[in-house]
């Protein structure tokens, strides 16, 4: 079964009020994730992945302390909390384990050590050019799939990610049970798996990526009034912050997303320069902590309004559908050479 999820018109057409914006658009793909129970052949977050069987998995290779949670003990609670959300809150026994998840806690060996060597990757993404039709991939790909590390590497204080184009066709002997890692730093950085809603958005650069004059026209208040935007007494904060407005509602959207334009704040905006090539990169996929925070509701899709303001404890969470956490609530943005794909992909945190 398929869903939809449809991002509201932003509140301002943000061209009539700076034209130099329009031919900065750019097309971005809003991924919409949801806890389901993707398969192979489908796009999801944190679902089995369409891969070889005679193809090694992806490890990770570098030094690692170990992590602080068992994976299985993760996967069960994920188990637990899609139960829970699928049933009314107050629901006798969904809260229990299952005998398949009592069996699964008390065959762990709490005092086995981590396996030496390399570490497992976990997926992360999988996304069909027919459903994310922003991806550029190299030659015949019609599919690509990103995995990471779930423990943390010191350079970076996020998973390392390992990126894949393929060819969806080319697959015809699926691999049914990939190796797992022994364990994983945080149950944050074990998505939960979700079906998708992809949604075909555009956006506009964050204003940090703006020209000094643009930046200025940008916070001119009058501006926006003389462009008589139809901005109600709902905006009254913003006449005194007009680049928050345009930063919060009309450029670039929350969560999880392929394409468009990187956001920027926990750093100023840098140069991504492909390591092969010296060519500037582009974005490929956001992995957000948040699909939308206070700042950022007017993007929350029509279809969810409701329920999002609802008491129903089974929509606590519809803001972090996936379960991931990037640093402290961050997102952990990844970027693709446009010349060759297939060069080697770098990652940022903001």
């Known amino acids: 079964m398929t869903f939809i999820r449809t991002t509201p018109p932003r509140p301002v057409d943000v061209t009539a009020v700076l034209p130099q914006l329009a031919p900065l658009a750019r097309p971005a793909t809003r991924l919409h994730p949801r806890p389901g129970a993707p398969t192979p052949h489908d796009s999801s977050i944190g679902g089995p992945l369409l891969w070889p069987a005679d193809e090694p998995w992806p490890h990770c290779d570098a030094e690692h302390e170990g992590g602080g949670q068992s994976l299985a003990v993760v996967r069960v609670e994920q188990s637990v909390r899609a139960r829970v959300a699928a049933h009314p809150d107050g629901t006798p026994g969904v809260h229990d384990h299952t005998p398949q998840e009592r069996a699964v806690l008390e065959n762990i060996d709490w005092d086995a050590e981590r396996p ?3 570490v497992p990757m976990l997926p992360v993404a999988q ?4 459903d994310v039709p922003v ?6 790909a019609d599919l ?5 590390c779930p423990l943390d590497h010191p350079e970076t204080y996020m998973p390392r990610t390992a990126v894949f184009w393929r060819s969806a066709a080319s697959v015809t002997d699926i691999l049914t049970s990939p190796p797992e890692p022994f364990d994983v730093e945080v149950e944050e950085y074990v998505p939960e798996p979700c079906v998708l809603a992809p949604e075909q958005i555009t956006e506009y650069p964050n204003s940090l990526e703006l020209g000094e004059e643009l930046r200025e026209q940008l916070g001119d208040w009058s501006r926006w009034e003389a462009a008589d935007a139809g901005l109600d007494s709902s905006w009254a904060p913003y006449p005194d912050y007009p680049e928050s407005f345009y930063h919060s509602n009309l450029s670039i959207a929350p969560g999880w997303k392929a394409g468009g334009w990187p956001q920027w704040g926990y750093t100023d905006p840098a140069p991504r320069q492909c390591p092969d090539c010296d060519t500037a990169m582009e974005p490929l996929l956001s992995i957000d902590t948040f699909e939308w ?8 899709p029509d279809e969810d309004r409701a329920a999002e303001s609802s008491d129903d404890a089974r929509h606590r969470d519809m803001w972090r559908p996936t379960g991931v956490q990037i640093g402290s609530g961050y997102r952990q943005q990844l970027y693709v050479c446009p010349e060759a794909p297939e060069h080697p992909h770098i990652e940022l945190m903001q």
Do not use: E, F, K, M
């Open 135 to 140: 991806l550029r991939p190299p030659g015949q």
């Open 144 to 148: 690509l799939q990103v995995l990471w």
């Open 127 to 130: 996304l069909y050019v027919r």
């Open 116 to 118: 030496d060597g390399p």
């Open 293 to 300: 925070d206070n700042a950022t509701r007017s993007w929350i």
